[in-house]
């Protein structure tokens, strides 16, 4: 029987096991990372779908991507425009 995709729930439990013996700086770090990784691989799809756009749209775009629309827009609009 799997979860989801092919993790069974044995592997889970191992996995969950695992995790519970770190500390917590090290989890810390550990989600971190891979909230950056997310981050990067979210800006990797956007400049392939949209190669012509500078680091500046992709950052917008990450943010509508990541907030939603509304506060994006009112995030940007409220930050002073670096010259």
Do not use: K, Y
């Not at 950052?59 to 930050?79: P, Q």
């Amino acid at each position: 029987m799997t979860l989801a995709g092919d993790t069974t729930h044995e592997a889970r439990r191992i996995q969950l096991a695992a995790l519970r013996r770190l500390d917590g700086p090290t989890r810390l770090e550990m989600a971190c990372r891979m909230s950056d990784d997310a981050r990067a691989i979210s800006e990797a799809g956007i400049r392939h779908r949209h190669p012509e756009w500078s680091d500046r749209e992709v950052h917008h775009a990450l943010l509508e991507l990541l907030l939603g629309l509304d506060l994006a827009g009112r995030v940007l609009n409220a930050r002073p425009t670096p010259v």
